[in-house]
């Protein structure tokens, strides 16, 4: 199954004045862009993000985005999937999604996940039809049925490029473990606590459109042999969010945890 591919069907399925009303979300020529920023997730900052709340992205996706499975508390932003009967499904899922977009730079996010089969524990950027752009993608993916393991991967124009799984330093629902990719006009870079682990190859088709910044944990139990054979939880389970950063090309490090720190 290809990293994200159809995790934003609801663009291409749902009318753009229900989406719009219903999340905020608007075409691409009206979202500002974004500045430079860190979100230590004190409070939820409504100016940065905005919640996923009220549809399903597709028949495959077996929980519905709700605001009740997004939290702020205690310095750190809670994404759950959980029992909870709605309109369309058993469960209910987390997801948060910038208002602005942003382009060329470095993207972070330190998080912990649950560990659970047929779930998705994801820090990406995305751009698509839904905001009058291609699909423009770029991704870390926790499939939490492998916890010792993370999926990267790009989309430009929809088409799926530099995809590969890494190992992580220690599993992701053990500890936490910050996710940073850099991206250029040269190319894009991933790195797992500070250590280069991936990199797109020579003359790889890039993104080029600016992109949203999201985080999200959702499940399905469409796709086994992808995120595994769904496993219902006895409980509800956390995507445990610490910060999310991101820093604009040519701009110095804005904190002392960021990889931007090691590469100036």
């Known amino acids: ?6 995790l934003f069907l609801q663009f291409l ?22 500045e430079s920023f860190v979100d230590d997730f004190d ?28 939290n702020v508390q205690n310095g750190m932003l ?27 730079g470095t993207y972070e996010a330190r998080y912990r996940t649950a560990k659970g089969s047929g779930l998705n524990a994801a820090f990406f950027t995305y751009i698509g039809p839904h905001h009058g ?12 049925r492998d916890t010792s393991m993370v999926s990267l991967n790009t989309y430009v124009s929809s088409e799926p490029n530099n995809g590969k799984r890494v190992r992580l330093p ?13 991206w250029s006009e040269e190319g894009i870079t991933w790195y797992v606590d500070g250590e280069k682990v991936h990199e797109t190859a020579a003359g790889t088709p890039l993104p080029t459109h600016e992109q949203k910044i999201y985080a999200s944990f959702w499940g399905s139990d469409s796709f086994p042999n992808w995120m595994g054979p769904f496993d219902p939880p006895a409980k509800a389970l956390t995507m445990e969010v610490d910060w999310i950063a991101f820093t604009a090309e040519g701009e110095d490090c804005q904190f002392p945890e960021s990889v931007v720190c090691t590469l100036d």
């Open 43 to 70: 409070s939820f900052d409504s100016s940065i993000w905005g919640v996923s709340d009220g549809w399903v992205n597709g028949d495959w996706q077996n929980c519905q985005w709700s605001r009740d499975a997004m």
């Open 133 to 144: 752009q291609p699909h423009d993608e770029i991704d870390f993916e926790v499939l939490t």
């Open 78 to 104: 809670h994404l759950q999937f959980a029992a909870q009967a709605t309109d369309n499904r058993d469960y209910v899922c987390g997801e948060i999604q910038s208002r602005k977009v942003y382009g060329y």
């Open 170 to 182: 220690q599993d992701s629902d053990m500890s936490f473990i910050t996710y940073s990719f850099v």
């Open 1 to 6: 199954m290809p990293l994200c591919r159809n």
């Open 13 to 34: 399925t749902y009318g753009f004045t229900t989406l719009t009303a219903a999340t905020g979300v608007v075409a691409q020529a009206e979202l500002p862009r974004g």
